[in-house]
């Protein structure tokens, strides 16, 4: 069974850090890449950053571009997400996924495109970011 929990969210003022852990069984970091996307009342979710560490490839949305930092510990089957520099409008809720096609050496699509019968969610973790 594949499964994927996010840990790590919570309450932060701004400038203040966090970070995000998502722990994955059931899927082999050798076929997946692991993105981490957000979700704020009222909006679409958006992709923010990917890893797909087979490939030694990241992406990061130009909005977290040199705040955030995704790295993989593969013994482990966990991603995380060093967040820095938190701002108010940082705050969501933060979902990884499992996604078999993601190369992570392009910008993230729309969130339609990873819901295929090979990718997995986690339930999200709540980053709330107050100024």
């Known amino acids: 069974e594949v499964q994927l929990v996010e840990s790590g969210g919570g309450l932060v003022q701004a400038g203040g850090s966090l970070r995000l852990s998502c722990a994955a069984s059931g899927v082999s970091f050798d076929d997946y890449g692991i993105g981490w996307f957000r979700q704020a009342p009222g909006k679409e979710r958006e992709g923010v950053s990917c890893i797909r560490s087979s490939f030694g490839s990241t992406y990061y949305a130009d909005s977290v571009k040199g705040r955030f930092t995704i790295s993989s510990d593969n013994a482990k089957n966990t991603v995380y997400l060093q967040m820095n520099s938190l701002k108010p409008e940082d705050t969501a809720v933060y979902y990884c996924?499992?996604?078999?096609?993601?190369?992570?050496?392009?910008?993230?699509?729309?969130?339609?495109?990873?819901?295929?019968?090979?990718?997995?969610w986690g339930q999200g973790t709540q980053v709330t970011v107050s100024s």
């Open positions: 996924a499992a996604l078999l096609y993601l190369s992570c050496g392009d910008p993230l699509g729309p969130d339609s495109d990873y819901h295929g019968n090979h990718d997995y």
